[in-house]
């Protein structure tokens, strides 16, 4: 018998079976004996044509389709059916001529050699496992990268020789003797550099299994001078050095050491902020320093001076300690932006514009359409997520701006279906992302950062827990004017200081929306970030003033954004202060806006404000912090305050 004619009946007796099955479920209107005698009739009638195979199944099918009645199976036909597996292909082998099967394939060999090859391509270019997000933040270890000299580690009681590409664990003592020095890289991305007769202990190591963004190391220094660098840290991870009951703390990006000695601890910032937390006697001194500052601690007479770093600029050319570290530093950012451009060109595989690209997204297709639950299903969508956003960034990378906007569509499209599924992946997944495009100095890559701050947003539906994701991407557009700077990117710059100011005015016309408990806790969140953006906006004016002359007209659109976000300052600080009234007095915000650029009118209002609203003793201390550094026209960029224990 030829294969698809054995084929063609075996597909009419399937139907026939489902039309049964279709006639059992809507019920017989007819008696019990009358329907058994014509279900019996029936069966019957099929289990001889079966036996026989000398019937049209479509022709059987058609005339069963008219009969206006319920037809269950027979006892016997179920019997039939309930066969075992073995005895049901053994009696449809013995419909199947092996021979005329054989002779149908060979007949149609060029097709059948046509799809095997096609698929032995597909299966060979893309058949491989994508590399899940976590593996690429997770393949950077804690590690042992450089050494000089003599290095030791001193692990469960034992000392060994340190070796470059040796693994350091939580618990470990490292020392350097004579002349020696070591360079330590971290999972988070950070660069630490222990330097010449030192130690060092690593207290805390800790990585969120869940997401490999989130990160928090805390390292010890016990004698000894330490350079840290930090990067690209995601919100919620930090990195601290800390001296006995001296901790400074970095939430985003700093450069910094740590000189430790007997009865004393001295920092100094050389980019970005950090903060620090002293404890002396029972007071409790805390703040935040910035560059080009230091903070000396002593601990025997307890007080701590805040100072300029003498000869700032000098130091940089003749301090081998910092010369040296600052070298090391341009290497390790070169170093991690070419490891994340390789793992993403790897992950991404074949990029828009090549031939073989369509075969590739229809590759995905089918894996998704083939997912047997929605636990596979949903792990396919992160995955082909994040192939988009490795498309996009290899794109990026390579300067073809038209279609890396296209990526960019296809990734924020892979996002929103995402999304629909587990709001808690998205979130996990555009943190790692986020922390990638840190990592990369590429600037056509910030409005991409933008969009993926936007993104974070739009998916928190409690409105709380959106009004504080919104407050932490918005201060990072401050963050990401000033790198743009030291890259150059001046126009970009000034593009993310216009984003900080539309975004925090939105936030502030925002808070009419929640209940006056959610709206006083957004509003000393604000306040407690307005703070530290004020010290931001001084970095970006000092990196204004250390531009050669030639750089200057470049830059006068960012110095023009920067007078503008000054003069802000004081209106949104009257716009959080009357948020803070049960009811929001209409013509008064109104006014607020009309005299936004008199700075003497502000203060005004801002005083009646205070009194007439009675804010908390925290909310208070925040608003007068806040007038005070805006108040201050120097470069000083710190705050201080002391509790008592």
Do not use: C
Not at 415 to 421: G, I, Q
């Amino acid at each position: 018998m030829n294969m698809f004619r054995w084929l063609y009946r075996h597909y009419g007796l399937e139907k026939i079976e489902h039309l049964l099955g279709d006639f059992s479920k809507e019920g017989l209107p007819l008696k019990n004996p009358r329907k058994n005698l014509l279900k019996k009739q029936i069966m019957r009638h099929i289990d001889q044509v079966m036996s026989q195979e000398t019937v049209e199944f479509s022709s059987l099918a058609k005339q069963l389709g008219r009969l206006n009645m319920d037809v269950a199976p027979s006892k016997d036909f179920k019997f039939k059916t309930r066969e075992s597996l073995l005895t049901t292909l053994g009696l449809r082998l013995q419909r199947l001529d092996l021979g005329d099967l054989w002779n149908g394939v060979w007949g149609r060999r060029r097709y059948w050699s046509a799809v095997v090859a096609i698929m032995v391509v597909v299966i060979g270019v893309f058949g491989y496992t994508v590399h899940f997000p976590n593996q690429v933040l997770a393949a950077r270890i804690n590690t042992i990268e450089q050494i000089y000299g003599q290095v030791f580690i001193e692990r469960d009681g034992q000392q060994i020789v340190a070796g470059e590409g040796m693994r350091i664990q939580e618990g470990d003592h490292i020392l350097t003797e004579g002349q020696g020095m070591a360079s330590i890289g971290f999972f988070d991305d950070t660069q630490v550099t222990i330097g010449l007769q030192s130690e060092v202990e690593i207290l805390h190591l800790w990585v969120d299994p869940a997401n490999s963004a989130y990160t928090i190391i805390q390292v010890e220094v016990i004698t000894g001078r330490v350079w840290s660098q930090i990067v690209n840290l995601s919100n919620g991870s930090t990195f601290s050095v800390s001296s006995g009951k001296t901790v400074f703390t970095i939430d985003k990006k700093a450069t910094f050491d740590v000189f430790v000695s007997e009865g004393k601890v001295e920092a100094r910032v050389f980019d970005y902020l950090i903060y620090f937390e002293v404890t002396q006697g029972n007071v409790l001194r805390k703040g935040t320093l910035g560059r080009p500052l230091s903070i000396t601690i002593n601990s025997v007479e307890e007080n701590l001076k805040i100072e300029p770093i003498s000869d700032f600029s000098l130091l940089k050319q003749v301090d081998f300690w910092v010369q040296f570290n600052l070298e090391s530093n341009q290497k390790h950012l070169d170093e991690l932006a070419f490891y994340y451009q390789n793992e993403m060109v790897q992950i991404a595989g074949v990029l828009p514009g090549n031939v073989l690209y369509p075969t590739k997204r229809v590759a995905e297709e089918t894996r998704l359409f083939l997912a047997s639950d929605e636990v596979i299903k949903r792990k396919l969508l992160l995955e082909f997520a994040h192939i988009r956003f490795s498309e996009m960034v290899a794109l990026f990378a390579k300067n073809d701006l038209k279609l890396g906007e296209k990526a960019l569509s296809d990734y924020r499209v892979a996002f929103l279906n995402l999304a629909r599924e587990n709001e808690a992946d998205v979130q996990m997944l555009l943190q790692q992302h986020k922390k990638i495009l840190q990592g990369l100095p590429i600037n056509s890559l910030g409005e991409v950062r933008k969009m993926l701050d936007e993104m974070l947003v739009q998916i928190v539906h409690d409105e709380k827990a959106r009004g504080l994701i919104q407050l932490e991407t918005t201060a990072d557009r401050l963050g990401l004017a000033l790198e743009l700077m030291q890259l150059g990117g001046y126009d970009l710059a000034a593009k993310a200081l216009e984003d900080y100011e539309s975004q925090f005015e939105a936030m502030i016309d925002g808070l009419g929306n929640f209940d006056m408990a959610q709206r006083k806790e957004l509003i000393l969140a604000i306040l407690d970030q307005k703070l530290e953006d004020l010290q931001y906006l001084k970095l970006i004016q000092a990196e204004l003033g250390n531009l050669a002359d030639e750089d200057r007209p470049e830059a006068d659109s960012v110095q023009q954004q920067l007078i503008v976000l000054q003069k802000d300052t004081l209106f949104q600080l009257n716009a959080l202060v009357l948020n803070l009234k049960e009811r929001a007095v209409l013509y008064l915000s109104s006014f607020l806006k009309d005299v936004k650029n008199d700075e003497e009118i502000q203060k005004q209002i801002l005083s009646r404000l205070k009194k007439g609203t009675q804010p908390s003793v925290e909310i208070m201390k925040l608003i007068n912090d806040l007038e005070a550094f805006y108040d201050d026209n120097g470069e000083k960029v710190y705050t201080l305050s002391e509790e008592y224990l």
